[in-house]
């Protein structure tokens, strides 16, 4: 499949549409769509908005990308994880059905993941955009129940234009006609767009600061909008951004007529691995027994703050970060808010990937931003390096969702 098309990423729906016409229309016979895009947080928001459904009983697919360990990852069904079977007979559909025509990778998954959905009940289809909104894969609802956009910033300019009016332009390109929009914490250049093409739409907005609201308050999270105030526990997935990205799921639970015991599940229930996880166990915490060992996938300077702004939480402990980046991405804007958090960077390229950052180029950018940095030849090489110089340290391995995945593989 990756041989079909030239380019990994090349963004059009005429491809999509003409697959979907050969397999029968999969795409119109979805259980009712949440649809969500955004650049930062649209895992987040969607897992907490699937624990909240699923703790009122209701059966929920869910679609995203990209996987980290394993390509089930991204295909769920009626609340499991797609299984090795199913998934080898919709790919063996879609690629006889494709016969050979050009399409990229995620074009054609994204078919099977859409094959899967329309012939096993459920409640509720819950689909995470890939990459912008108005020409991905995903695109093909003509009406979803509900739009989700959480914040908007700056990354895949290569693919989503150069501003951030540009790239709200290619988010605001889910909203349709009549359907109501959850919008989270925005920029006023992306808002601007956001509401100019919801008015052409005749859209409704639920937009944060305006018909939501969500903050932490005496350790808790209250959230507020026209129906009451929630009361709930700070959300599971740690860091301060979550809370925005709980409010936007609350927001959209609401819409959907979800209770109070809904809400509340989707706040402690939520799981969402490379979300600043803390590993406990497996053989990378082996190497470094006395540390505290944690695992982000960010990677744009929007992620870099929150981040940061994680860490300026959390008790004071000697950070060491372990960075492996793509070579498309900020990196300078990355790194420059975790600098005045991190004792030192342990730089490594990302394993497998012909489009890593090298680990030169990694420790050069962590030393113009401030950062006293090294580099390794592997992942384990700096774990055991930062163990044997500080045992008891806190130790980030962060930069890329490509490297987390290849952590949680090497980790069990």
């Known amino acids: 499949m990756m041989a079909l098309h030239p380019k990994v990423i090349d963004l059009t729906l005429d491809r999509v549409w003409r697959l979907l016409a050969a397999l029968g229309h999969p795409e119109r016979d979805l259980p009712p769509v949440i649809h969500v895009a955004g650049t930062n947080g649209k895992g987040s928001t969607q897992a907490m908005i699937r624990?909240?459904?699923?703790?009122?009983?209701?059966?929920v697919h869910a679609y995203t990308s990209p996987h980290l360990a394993r390509f089930h990852e991204r295909i769920r069904v009626a609340g499991a994880l797609i299984d090795e079977a199913a998934l080898t007979a919709l790919l063996d559909e879609c690629w006889q059905a494709n016969d050979g025509a050009p399409i990229t990778f995620f074009e054609i998954t994204t078919c099977a993941a859409f094959l899967a959905?329309?012939?096993?009940?459920?409640?509720?289809?819950?689909?995470?955009?890939?990459?912008?909104?108005?020409?991905?894969?995903?695109?093909?609802?003509?009406?979803?129940?509900?739009?989700?956009?959480?914040?908007?910033?700056?990354?895949?300019?290569?693919?989503?234009?150069?501003?951030?009016?540009?790239?709200?332009?290619?988010?605001?390109?889910?909203?349709?006609?009549?359907?109501?929009?959850?919008?989270?914490?925005?920029?006023?250049?992306?808002?601007?767009?956001?509401?100019?093409?919801?008015?052409?739409?005749?859209?409704?907005?639920?937009?944060?600061?305006?018909?939501?609201?969500?903050?932490?308050?005496?350790?808790?999270?209250?959230?507020?909008?026209?129906?009451?105030?929630?009361?709930?526990?700070?959300?599971?997935?740690?860091?301060?951004?979550?809370?925005?990205?709980?409010?936007?799921?609350?927001?959209?639970l609401r819409a959907l007529g979800a209770g109070e015991a809904a809400c509340e599940a989707a706040v402690t229930r939520a799981e969402w691995p490379a979300r600043m996880q803390r590993l406990r166990h497996g053989p990378l915490v082996d190497l470094a027994p006395q540390a505290e060992l944690w695992l982000d996938g960010g990677h744009n300077p929007a992620a870099g703050e929150a981040l940061a702004a994680t860490l300026a939480r959390m008790p004071r402990r000697p950070t060491h970060l372990v960075v492996g980046m793509l070579n498309t991405k900020d990196i300078a804007g990355y790194l420059r808010p975790l600098a005045a958090h991190a004792d030192s960077l342990t730089a490594i390229s990302i394993p497998g990937e012909a489009n890593t950052l090298p680990a030169e180029a990694t420790e050069a950018a962590a030393r113009a931003a401030g950062i006293a940095a090294a580099t390794a030849a592997s992942l384990r090489e700096a774990l055991s390096g930062i163990a044997s110089a500080e045992p008891g340290a806190r130790i980030l391995i962060c930069g890329s969702l490509y490297l987390a995945g290849h952590v949680l593989r090497e980790n069990g």
């Open 117 to 252: 959905f329309a012939r096993i009940p459920a409640d509720w289809t819950l689909l995470e955009v890939g990459l912008g909104g108005r020409l991905d894969a995903t695109n093909v609802v003509d009406r979803p129940r509900l739009t989700v956009i959480t914040p908007v910033s700056i990354d895949h300019q290569q693919f989503l234009g150069e501003t951030l009016a540009e790239i709200a332009g290619e988010k605001a390109g889910i909203l349709k006609r009549g359907v109501p929009c959850i919008v989270g914490p925005q920029a006023e250049a992306a808002l601007e767009v956001i509401e100019r093409q919801a008015a052409r739409l005749g859209a409704p907005l639920l937009t944060f600061g305006e018909h939501w609201h969500a903050r932490e308050e005496d350790s808790r999270l209250v959230y507020q909008d026209e129906t009451g105030l929630l009361d709930l526990p700070l959300p599971n997935l740690p860091g301060p951004h979550q809370i925005h990205n709980a409010g936007a799921a609350l927001a959209a």
């Open 51 to 59: 624990a909240g459904l699923e703790a009122r009983g209701d059966r």
